[in-house]
């Protein structure tokens, strides 16, 4: 069974799609090799690469289950091999057509790729039942861009075919207790989840942050970052606000499962997985 959080009412299990190795000068090109030496024992493999996880998180409500990110898909992509959701949505007892909401963070291909599956030559829905939850701005943002269309004709115009997409305003509630907070930078549309259950709180990170590094260097942004200055914005605005309300953190990319909490150490914050 893979690891879970409570969060009032409500259960957040961790799914991982598998991992991907990125160098840190590839990843993060804009920081120095030398700003990496305090980090590199704990968060640096014997390669001296970092390793990201491929998270997706399964929310259970009670009423609900919803599914935050759908991975990198059966296709994988030229450098991460395909993924495994649906083995990890089996050991959580879950078949696809219980899941009745998808919440789509961001439209990067390591977050959509399950979104459909191909059936006789067609792609179609993987979840049939679900209604998909995409920001209006991200969608706006990428069918204009050439590049992605190959991507999104296979992941993301099936569920318009479909009639399953909804393309929703920022804070929207795809069910009462989760709200998509506008976190715009890494993406013009990039949300993060929040879950609220019985006077608890903890937040669905998308790719707000993609190392545990970027909690104590809140400056340092990666390479896809479509607008750097933003995703900087949005971090130091979100670390401010769990730091303040004590919000606990699922965060995608971190180690996996990526349950955790912003800590302070010494005037510096960091982070601490539970």
């Known amino acids: 069974m893979p690891a879970s959080m409570r969060v009032g009412a409500v259960e957040v299990v961790a799914l991982s799609d598998g991992s991907f190795a990125r160098t840190p000068a590839q990843f993060m090109p804009d920081v120095p090799p030398e700003a990496w ?30 599914l935050v990110d759908t991975g990198i898909g059966p296709h994988g992509s030229p450098t991460i091999p395909p993924g495994h959701l649906l083995e990890e949505l089996r050991a959580a007892s879950v078949t696809p057509e219980e899941v009745e909401r998808v919440v789509i963070t961001h439209m990067h291909a390591d977050h959509i790729g399950w979104n459909t599956v191909e059936r006789a030559g067609r792609h179609v829905p993987t979840f049939p039942r679900a209604r998909y939850a995409i920001q209006w701005r991200e969608w706006e943002y990428w069918t204009k861009q050439e590049a992605a269309q190959p991507l999104l004709l296979r992941a993301a115009y099936p569920l318009e075919r479909a009639g399953q997409l909804n393309l929703v305003d920022p804070n929207h509630h795809p069910v009462p207790e989760l709200t998509m907070l506008p976190t715009p930078g890494h993406t013009p549309g990039h949300c993060c989840v929040l879950i609220s259950s019985g006077g608890e709180h903890a937040v669905i990170l998308g790719d707000v942050a993609h190392t545990p590094v970027q909690v104590t260097e809140p400056d340092w942004g990666i390479a896809a970052d479509v607008d750097k200055d933003q995703a900087r914005q949005s971090r130091r605005a979100l670390w401010e606000r769990i730091e303040a309300e004590g919000l606990r953190v699922a965060a995608g990319h971190f180690p996996a499962p990526g349950f955790g909490r912003i800590v302070r150490l010494e005037g510096r914050r960091w982070w601490q997985a539970v």
């Open 37 to 66: 030496e305090q980090f590199r024992a704990q968060h640096l493999d014997a390669d001296g690469n970092l390793r990201l996880n491929l998270g997706c998180f399964l929310v259970r409500t009670g009423t609900h289950t919803v």
